[in-house]
């Protein structure tokens, strides 16, 4: 069984799934979205140095249900890659890393009580951490909406 | 029993005697699961769907509870054994006692190794024709099979152990009986729990055993010809109650129930008085013993101090859930135990686990801590089944059938 953990965090979708529209509908307004290859998002207001990260579409759908998460201390420092809490579903554990550096200046609570949340809107109300950046030329780094999309077709070739 | 033999011949003995594909097996039912969104992956060498697009794990495990899943259980080992010798030789590994069981009925067993270790858990029904079905699991058929070479008390011609290709679904409460009884035309009123029977549905003959592994009612279909196996499937998925369902909600579903998964939470270093499972021995067998590793399976029987650690249920009430290896602390923060297998229970909506302690800290009720990413959880030691039994009882038949 601890095999088929690994198979679940590992496996490849038959065909990389698309944002969900509603994510692109508020990007185009005012945020921007960026992505890591661990799946994690950041979402930025163009105008703002802070942000709201959580796991992708694409990373719940793998992970399933989604019956716990561990949130980190608001206030703790955080670097990027650094691993900032932990999504559980029924059959695995997703680590989350910290997309960027900086300072947890929120949490999001509503997670404790409602988990299916990061299922049921992963880059809206699902969010995880809000996160004060160090040093906003990071999300240059990391890949936009575009890049993600094309990101998954090709994990999904491999 | 492998390990004796290695030191007294070379290893690879054993494995000419009996050689298995390293490639991805697949079941009959294989090319359905793809056809209705299976997420497949490999399991003991199957390819076997995990879950299907349609269903959420728990989704598809609270649809187990309350309507009726179909699960595709072909990738398990499957025997049958023949020959006026069958039960005797059968009684020298396993623990059950053979002789005793009657027409039709099934019983769950193990296998035992010279150390007194489980080699396997398995089910058999003594068949009206004169033949032991025996199904065992996917991951040890291979060691199973080799097994029986290095029982050097019986020869060939006594007795026959032929693998056979059956392909099994099998279903779960409260719908199942209903449906079943409607395809196959015929009440099951009176069939009870842990028996086996032949039905007809229509032109397709199958073995039907009523027994499952979700702790619901369910019947294992066993078919000889795989096209026929296909129809059938279709022919259930057919109906709006029944949803194939995959091996995520097939652990979550026997953890619930509290029954074991061979690998994690009983190997072949676990003894049956260790992994609480006394009840698979018969009665008379507990004294005369004639298995492997008898004599240190009957002296921890007799003396329960040379039984040093205990598998038991956790429940946590609150925190993420503690799964294989996680550690088990006892109040004061002494390293006691680890979990075997752990996850979140759909029915409770709480972590549920099982796990080895000293039999001390095995009482019911007895409040244990679980490690999960370096924090300490509250978690009780609790009777299992987490979630009561749905086994079926025949009606008026006043006494419960284990």
């Not at chain 2, 002789?99 to 039709?104: A, E, G, P, W």
């Not at chain 2, 097994?147 to 050097?152: A, I, P």
């Not at chain 2, 067998?285 to 039984?307: A, E, H, P, Y």
Request: proline content about 4%; charged content about 25%.
């Amino acid at each position: 069984m601890q095999n088929l953990t690994l198979k679940i965090l590992t496996s490849k979708p038959k065909e990389a799934r698309l944002i969900t529209k509603s994510v692109f509908s508020i990007a185009q307004r005012f945020l921007t979205t960026y992505y890591t290859k661990a799946h994690e998002y950041i979402k930025i207001d163009e105008g703002k140095d802070s942000g709201k990260c959580g796991i992708s579409d694409h990373a719940q759908q793998e992970l399933g249900d989604v019956v716990f998460v561990d949130l980190p201390e608001k206030g703790r420092k955080i670097s990027k890659g650094e691993l900032s809490g932990a999504v559980e579903s029924v059959k695995a554990v997703g680590n989350f890393y910290a997309p960027v550096s900086g300072k947890i200046i929120s949490v999001n609570s509503e997670l404790e009580s409602t988990p299916s949340l990061i299922n049921s809107q992963p880059e809206d109300n699902g969010w995880i951490i809000e996160v004060q950046l160090d040093d906003k030329s990071e999300i240059n780094q990391l890949m936009n909406p575009e890049q993600y999309k094309k990101f998954l077709a090709e994990e999904s070739h491999k | 029993m492998l390990n004796l033999f290695k030191k007294q011949i070379p290893k690879t003995v054993n494995t000419i005697q009996f050689t298995f594909s390293s490639q991805i097996k697949k079941t009959h039912l294989n090319s359905i699961h793809r056809e209705i969104g299976g997420k497949m992956v490999e399991f003991a060498g199957w390819d076997m769907p995990v879950k299907y697009d349609n269903l959420s794990i728990v989704e598809s495990h609270l649809h187990t509870r309350n309507k009726c899943s179909l699960f595709d259980v072909g990738h398990m080992g499957q025997y049958r054994i023949t020959g006026p010798d069958r039960k005797r030789f059968f009684e020298t590994v396993v623990v059950a006692d053979v002789h005793s069981v009657k027409l039709n009925q099934s019983k769950l067993s193990c296998f035992t190794n010279e150390n007194g270790g489980i080699k396997d858990d398995c089910m058999f029904n003594n068949r009206e024709d004169d033949a032991l079905f025996l199904v065992v699991n996917a991951a040890c058929k291979e060691k199973d099979h080799n097994h029986k070479y290095n029982n050097e008390k019986f020869k060939d011609k006594e007795y026959k152990m032929l693998i056979i290709n059956f392909y099994q679904i099998n279903f779960c409460r409260p719908k199942t009986m209903e449906i079943v009884e409607k395809m196959a035309k015929t009440s099951l009123r009176n069939m009870p729990f842990m028996t086996g029977r032949e039905l007809k549905f229509d032109n397709i003959k199958v073995w039907a055993t009523r027994c499952g592994y979700t702790g619901e009612d369910g019947f294992e279909l066993s078919i000889e010809d795989p096209e026929q196996a296909k129809q059938l499937t279709y022919r259930f998925l057919a109906n709006p109650l029944v949803e194939a369902a995959g091996l995520g909600a097939r652990d979550s579903l026997r953890l619930e129930s509290g029954l074991c998964l061979y690998g994690n939470d009983m190997d072949e270093t676990t003894t049956p008085s260790e992994a609480s499972l006394l009840w698979l021995i018969s009665k008379n067998r507990k004294q005369t013993g004639g298995f492997l590793g008898d004599s240190k399976i009957l002296s921890q029987i007799k003396n329960k101090s040379l039984v040093k650690k205990k598998r038991i249920g956790l429940l946590i009430p609150q925190g993420p859930p503690a799964r294989q290896h996680a550690l088990v602390f006892d109040p004061s923060g002494n390293k006691i135990g680890e979990v075997t297998s752990g996850t979140f229970s759909p029915v409770l909506k709480k972590g549920i686990a099982m796990a080895y302690v000293p039999p001390a800290f095995s009482k019911n009720g007895t409040k244990l801590q679980v490690e999960v990413r370096g924090r300490l959880f509250p978690a009780i030691v609790t009777k299992m089944p987490f979630v009561p039994a749905g086994y079926y009882k025949v009606p008026g038949d006043g006494k419960s059938k284990k």
